[in-house]
């Protein structure tokens, strides 16, 4: 059996020299040392007592007795008492889940925070605690790594509450104690809840390994108390003045019973709706308001719930968000062939809708001239007013002089990826886009077309559109409130009897709806499917029978469509502009923790794009942290990913917002010294979450994987009772591996060097 030996002890406490050898290896090592040793005498006795071949042998003598010395493993072992009292740390959770109020306290109910600061108060006992050594209390604040750390840089009190107000990370604070030496134990309370970091259990594991016990006291109910919450409410991205605009609402109920409710919408001037609503017990019931904004500019909106009996915190009955209302004015251009029945029913529906201001060049093949009359343009806009279109709809138009040319293809594909505007591509029976995918349009196709079938496919049956899951939840294809009945008027709706030789979708984008009956080998024919280019949006309409969905129905639905699609891609040109200078984001409605493509166009004085400039922008979240954010310049595509510098004074950056709500951008341009106030609004629901019930589980095997213990009753004379049954602390023991050490292996290649050499200068080989 191999046992370590100590062989020199060092001045320093504890300090020794350790070789780990087994009693045979010991013999075979002194064996091999005498029989070296002897054989070196006798050659140094042969050469006539030569003093070369003296030294010669000490050389290799050494050599022997390090390779053995190397094989025993030897070490310089430190071992210390420290000085220090044992340490014992108590963390404490601050997060902002910890407002939650649902501790029984000797006057009521009382928040987790003041339960956890009644603990602190008597826990500074400790401090003079017989056996417990010198104790040390410690703010827990649990934060996200990346707060956390300027938090502690900072030394700032604000900024760590702030940073524990948005996450719980539950193992950085637990990893970083694992670096103090003196640490005996820790003790935990909090109410269990981590949403950002890594497990705690795999630090728990470590703690394990290092001998050091967790004591963990859960704050908090294990289930949730009698509450009802009213949910965030996500409004639409903006809204039309005198346009109506649904505004759906969730509350969420932890009732015993069914509750009568009175739901309330008010704005700065009062209420504007009220309605009594019945609330399901122990579910989540969903209701809405149609709001009708009567002026442009930013709207508050609040919404509340009135307080029920025995409910335990009306705080979160009331949300209150805004809505930008605006005054609409979009210009569409309509680019088609001939006028057939799908291009006169859009070109009406365009015309009378009042917030659009359409432009119709038609370029009538076979024909002399192009088409006249009110609306109607005599040729293609030219590149510098292009850009004041927000959608662009291609019909049934091909290459050549009866369609467009190659530059204007490169032109439109140039304002819908640098400068946000849509493009809607609506094919026909002549053909005319099999020819346009061999342009600068054929890479924004969201769908890949047959070439065998030019001018598309017949049925003798008139078929309907079938809503994909993406359909069901977009906001493109909602003609009524409710996914179920939305999905049934699509199939309600008169069909259509061609429609374009669409093989399949393309990778990226996103099928809307899909053929009723006809498929392939992809499966069903995707008709209605939407992608993004860059900066904007292309939508691809396989057949030209929308126009047939007024029989029985007038105008509702059609208009409803168009209006709708027109709207939605013309969002993003429209979201925050100045004089020389546009900035626009996609998703259009952002989500916190997700990332947001921010895009920005900018001029110079005259109007014309500036290429290759300083953009930056400094963002503001509603708590009052900053963020400032580099824009780069976009390359324009086709051109092998250099910089276009005269292309579109188009610049792009990310984000990812931490917190919802509306965060303040400001975008400067060095070059031209302008600024752009904008704001970014971002929905979701805050990681800290009141009223949900504690997590024991997280907490108990914390305490199991340490080896600590539960405790019930997290108060002075318990911890204390703990601390004194824990082993005396162990002296702390260092080790210095010399067998691995680099210098050691030196050290024998450098002797077996001279060795080799002396034997060369003394002449023996």
């Known amino acids: 059996m191999t046992a370590p030996l100590a062989l020199l002890q060092g001045a320093a406490d504890g300090a020794r020299l350790q070789l780990h050898v087994s009693s045979g290896f010991a013999w075979i090592a002194a064996g ?287 949300r209150t968000f805004e809505i930008d209302a605006r005054e609409e004015r979009l210009r569409v251009l309509l680019v088609e062939g001939v006028p057939r029945w799908e291009y006169r029913y859009l070109r009406n529906a365009l015309v009378r809708d009042p917030g659009v201001e359409v432009d119709c060049y038609l370029t009538h093949p076979a024909v002399d001239g192009v088409g006249g009359g009110p609306t ?138 899909v053929h009723g009956v006809r498929e392939n080998e992809y499966g069903r024919i995707p008709l209605l499917v939407t992608r993004t280019a860059r900066t904007g949006k292309v939508l691809f309409m396989g057949t030209d029978g929308a126009w047939r969905w007024r029989e029985g129905f007038e105008d509702r639905y059609h208009y409803r469509f168009w209006g709708q699609v027109i709207r939605w891609m013309a969002y993003q040109r429209s979201m925050n502009v100045g004089e020389s200078m546009r900035l626009f984001f996609a998703p259009d409605r952002p989500r916190v923790r997700s990332a947001i493509a921010l895009n920005a166009n900018v001029m110079d004085s005259s109007g014309a794009p500036l290429g290759n400039a300083t953009v930056r922008a400094r963002i503001e979240s509603p708590s009052g942290r900053v963020e400032r954010i580099a824009f780069e310049p976009a390359a324009a595509a086709g051109d092998g990913g250099e910089l276009d510098q005269g292309a579109w004074g188009l610049y792009s950056a990310t984000f990812s917002p931490r917190e919802p709500g509306r965060h303040r951008a400001t975008l400067t341009c060095e070059e031209t010294g302008a600024t752009l106030e904008a704001e970014i609004p971002i929905v979701g629901e805050p990681l800290e979450r009141r009223g949900m019930p504690a997590r024991f589980d997280v907490m108990e095997e914390i305490a199991t994987l340490t080896r600590g213990a539960v405790l019930d009753d997290p108060s002075l004379g318990v911890i204390a009772e703990r601390l004194r049954d824990l082993p005396p602390s162990e002296p702390i023991v260092t080790r210095a591996r010399i067998w691995s050490h680099p210098a050691l292996g030196g050290a024998i290649v450098l002797l077996m060097g001279l060795f080799w050499i002396g034997r060369k200068l003394v002449g023996r080989i």
Not at 254 to 262: E, G, L
Not at 446 to 474: F, M
């Open 32 to 318: 091999v040392l005498i029989a070296a040793a002897s054989l070196s005498v006798r050659a140094w006795l042969r050469s006539h007592r030569r003093p070369s071949i003296l030294i010669l042998e000490i050389v290799r003598f050494v050599l022997v007795a390090a390779v053995l010395f190397v094989l025993a493993q030897p070490e310089w072992v430190v071992t210390e008492t420290p000085d220090e009292a044992p340490l014992v740390t108590v963390l404490w959770d601050d997060s902002g889940s910890m407002e939650t109020q649902d501790v029984e306290g000797p006057d009521g109910l009382m928040t987790r925070a003041e339960a956890v600061r009644a603990r602190i108060a008597e826990l500074e006992g400790l401090r003079g605690e017989e056996g417990a050594g010198a104790a040390r209390l410690d703010s827990f604040e649990l934060v996200a790594s990346p707060l956390s750390a300027a938090a502690r840089e900072d030394d700032s009190e604000e900024t760590a509450a702030e940073a524990a107000r948005l996450g719980t990370d539950l193992r950085a604070p637990l990893e970083a104690l694992l670096d103090q030496r003196t640490l005996r134990a820790v003790v935990l309370l909090s109410d269990g809840d981590w949403n950002e970091g890594g497990s705690p259990y795999d630090v728990a594991t470590r703690y394990r390994l290092a001998g050091t016990p967790i004591f963990t006291a859960t704050i908090g109910s294990p289930t949730r108390l009698p509450d009802i919450a009213l949910a965030p409410v996500d409004p639409p991205a903006f809204a039309i003045v005198d346009r109506p605009v649904d505004l759906p609402i969730s509350i969420d109920s932890a009732m015993p019973r069914d509750v009568s409710a009175t739901v309330t919408l008010r704005d700065q001037a009062g209420v504007i709706e009220s309605h009594p609503l019945l609330v399901a017990a122990q579910r989540t019931t969903t209701d809405k308001f149609v709001y009708r904004p009567r002026a442009a500019g930013l709207v508050e909106l609040t919404v509340t719930v009135d307080p029920q009996p025995g409910e335990l915190d009306a705080a979160n009955n009331t």
């Open 376 to 513: 109607y343009l005599e040729g293609f806009p030219p590149k510098e007013a292009l850009p004041d279109y927000d959608v662009v709809f291609v019909g049934d138009v091909g290459l050549g002089s009866e369609g467009l040319d190659v530059e204007q293809c490169e032109m439109i594909a140039g304002l819908v990826r640098d400068q946000a505007s849509g493009l809607i591509l609506m094919p026909g029976l002549g053909g005319g886009h099999h020819e346009l995918m061999q342009t600068e349009l054929g890479g924004l196709f969201p769908v890949d077309l047959d070439p065998a079938e030019l001018h598309g496919l017949g049925d003798a049956v008139a078929a309907s559109l079938a809503l994909t899951e993406l359909g069901r939840a977009s906001s493109l294809t909602r003609l009524v409130p409710g996914p179920d009945e939305n999905s049934a008027l699509w199939t309600e709706l008169p069909g259509f009897q061609w429609h374009a030789p669409v093989r399949r979708a393309r990778a990226g984008s996103q099928v809307l709806a």
